[in-house]
């Protein structure tokens, strides 16, 4: 299907439809090309003459300097992982130290069902490794395509994970389109690249096992999916040998070597119950089937179900999956294994047959050769398992002391850690340790209920420019949580300041506002030399079909990390938690109700053409200057300035209305003075009628009205019968 074809099924919003100019022929006239230059802030239009070669020039400038807005979250909003279903997924995962890696090349590759029942239906970490963003798909939503689209697949990739549980990584390649061969890929993308972004994957994850999407054989199709199964085995053996891309231990990463490694396979390949037709089958006893259409009573719904829901995020490349019920299930084969002293039997049940993924397990796995943190292991795991026993969704409260001896117990264990001299069994423990640490909290928090939300006053912010932020905790009971130290962190060489006395703009009134159980107020100024949100891996050129990342770049992630992030202590039953929150921008849209922004730092001129595109012949060109007329939008930046001006002016506007209705109604009553007299006369009338007539006094037409027009002796006789009849109805 072709490129066309494709934007005849999009659902094209309006925004792209304004923007698409249809192309017109080049003028045959020698004139010079013409740049229209239109402010939206000051209204003025002017006309620069530029030459060919100066307008190219400056084409190139705007398209690589000025990349398309992105957000850094998705708008996605995941119902498990707040209230009691998030309290209960949360004690689930404290339960086991499970992690799995899942390596395929595209964002529509993933098992999407097998992802959702290993991170939410037994609370393993599960992380998904996409080689490349997917630039060479189509776009059944909009016009974007190559880098754009690949932003826009990026985000859609962040909506399925916060369904379905996994967390998301990618490497630097660029999707170039399809490609029958491995040797095309390999060709194109520079193989000792790639494989340092798996490996950094592994060692910034890592994962106890791998399961890679694609076996790298021409059975893959694509010659992308046959490079990313060719590739998976060799990061699954280089990330724990240290000889391997020594430039990332220099940087902090340590070795990190998987203890299992699978490939996806058909699960009916599976022994079902240790007998059947593969019972002989040595390929079908290392096949393990994970059974994924199981009901879940805390999901209210089948992992299949939910990964089906993910899965529908694929909204550019129609991959949107009826949510089936039932029995449904995922396979993978067993390929390769390191030896442990804890094997399993050689019939594969599970992917972690054979590995120890309890709590108490993290000093076999860490390979400590003491017993030193064996009695503040067995404790914590306790906490956990009486979290989980004691938990009743309807009174959360149950859980928090198991938690917060839970977290007292880890803390303490990571204390005990540094007793221990084997550094790198040192360095895994305390990694696995820490990770049980944010969990523990993480689950505090779930079970208290309590909530910060970070909001500044704009979107966007420029260099130099000045930015207001409210920082409100939420802790619906005071006596079991407390909130101790609010902090804002920002870019780097910004300065913040508090606002003290806060505003008053969170007091009840009329219009709800939120009432926070503690709240504070900052200003924070960006430095000049703040650098622009923007996609990072787009920040320079690309190198062939690899993109070039700087060493500070949050190399392998999905988007940089918050400008902008809030900060809250918290103390529970003596210890401490900190919660962290993105500075958000928040408004109303009349359809789509509240919409949330992270805050971004951009120009403060935004430029973009009109038309996009230009087609001019090189005939015509080498003759000399063509005329061509361009509009060029400017769009400044509000600046904090403005913005004040703008809300005092608002309320200014709403004051003097205010007024206005307050001098409408006091003059109202002397207006009106002969009717409410009237009114008066008419209620003491009905008071005097005869008991029968019980009516309504001021029902609108019909008999009883007749009945009370005949029987009423106090009319006023200055009135008409009109007159008399609407003032009853304004009554």
């Not at 992105?70 to 992690?99: F, H």
């Not at 920002?490 to 003290?500: D, R, T, V």
């Not at 770049?553 to 993105?582: H, N, S, Y």
Request: charged share 30%; with cysteine; net charge positive.
């Amino acid at each position: 299907m072709n490129i066309e074809t494709h934007r005849r099924d999009a659902e094209i919003t309006q925004r792209n439809a304004e923007t698409r100019t249809p192309l017109k022929p080049p003028r045959t006239s020698a004139s010079p090309l013409r740049l229209r230059v239109e402010s939206y802030s000051h209204r003025r239009s002017a006309r620069r003459s530029l030459s060919f070669f100066k307008l190219a020039l400056a084409l190139s400038l705007l398209v690589t300097t000025l990349p398309p807005t992105i957000k850094t979250r998705a708008q996605v909003r995941a119902s498990y992982d707040e209230g009691a279903v998030g309290l209960g997924l949360a004690l689930r995962r404290l339960q086991t130290t499970a992690s799995v890696l899942h390596v395929a090349a595209h964002p529509d590759d993933e098992d999407s069902a097998l992802i959702a029942e290993l991170a939410r239906g037994q609370g393993a970490r599960v992380g998904y490794l996409s080689l490349n963003r997917g630039e060479g798909g189509q776009n059944r939503i909009g016009a974007e395509l190559f880098d754009a689209l690949g932003v826009i697949r990026t985000e859609e990739l962040l909506q399925a994970r916060r369904l379905d549980g996994g967390e998301q990584f990618f490497a630097r390649t660029y999707d170039f389109g399809f490609t029958k061969t491995l040797a095309e890929s390999r060709q194109r993308w520079d193989e000792r690249e790639v494989l340092a972004d798996m490996v950094r994957v592994i060692r910034l994850f890592r994962p106890l096992v791998i399961v890679s999407r694609w076996q790298g054989t021409p059975a893959d199709g694509h010659g992308q999916h046959q490079y990313a199964g060719y590739l998976a085995p060799k990061a699954f053996r280089a990330a724990g040998d240290p000889a391997e891309f020594p430039e990332q231990i220099a940087e902090g990463l340590r070795p990190w070597q998987p203890l299992k490694f699978y490939v996806s396979a058909n699960p009916n390949l599976a022994r079902a119950n240790n007998s059947g037709a593969n019972a002989n089958d040595a390929n079908a006893q290392q096949v393990a089937k994970i059974e994924t259409g199981d009901y879940d009573p805390l999901l209210g719904r089948s992992a299949y179900e939910l990964a089906m829901e993910g899965r529908s995020q694929h909204k550019s490349q129609g991959e949107g999956g009826l949510q089936l019920k039932g029995e449904q299930s995922s396979g993978a084969r067993l390929v390769e294994r390191v030896p442990t002293p804890f094997q399993a039997s050689p019939r594969e049940q599970t992917i972690f047959d054979g590995l120890d993924t309890s709590i108490r397990g993290i000093a076999r796995v860490a390979g400590l050769k003491d017993d030193s943190l064996n009695r503040d292991l067995q404790e914590i795991q306790t906490d956990a398992a009486t979290a989980l026993e004691r938990f009743v969704a309807d009174d959360p409260r149950t859980v928090l002391a198991a938690l917060t001896a839970g977290l007292a117990h880890t803390r303490q264990a990571l204390r005990d850690l540094n007793q221990v001299k084997d550094e790198a069994a040192r360095d895994a423990a305390g990694f696995m340790l820490e990770d049980k640490e944010h969990e523990f909290g993480e689950a505090l928090r779930l079970a208290l209920g309590v909530r910060v939300d970070a909001l500044a006053d704009s979107e966007t912010v420029g260099r130099g420019d000045s930015l207001g932020i409210v920082i409100r905790a939420y802790v619906p009971d005071e006596r079991l949580a407390q909130v101790d130290m609010m902090r804002l962190r920002g870019l780097q060489n910004s300065k913040i300041e508090p606002i003290i006395p806060a505003p008053k703009t969170n007091e009840p009134s009329q219009f709800g506002r939120e009432r926070a159980t503690r709240e504070s107020y900052f200003r924070i100024s960006i430095p000049e030399t703040a650098e622009f949100t923007q996609p990072y891996w787009l920040k320079h050129d690309r190198k062939g079909d690899l993109y070039e990342w700087d060493k500070n770049d949050p190399q392998t992630l999905p988007f940089a990390r918050p400008p902008f992030v809030a900060e809250v202590d918290v103390k529970i039953g003596g210890e401490r938690i900190t919660i962290e929150q993105p500075v958000e921008y928040r408004y109303l849209d009349d359809v789509r109700g509240e919409v949330r922004r992270e805050v971004n730092v951009v120009p403060e001129i935004d430029v973009q053409l009109t038309p996009a595109l230009v087609v001019v012949p090189r005939v015509q060109a080498a003759r000399g200057a063509l005329e061509e007329e361009f509009t060029v939008p400017l769009r400044r930046a509000r600046r904090a300035r403005d913005r004040q001006a703008a809300r005092a002016r608002a309320r200014e506007c709403c004051a003097r209305r205010v007024q206005a209705r307050r001098e409408r109604r006091r003059d109202l009553p002397s207006a009106n003075a002969p009717r409410r007299r009237a009114l008066l006369r008419l209620r003491r009338a009905h008071r005097e009628l005869p008991a029968h007539t019980d009516a309504p006094l001021l029902r609108r037409g019909g008999r009883r009205s007749a009945r009370l027009r005949s029987t009423s002796r106090a009319r006023p006789r200055r009135l008409r019968d009109g007159q008399r009849r609407r003032s009853a109805r304004r009554h």
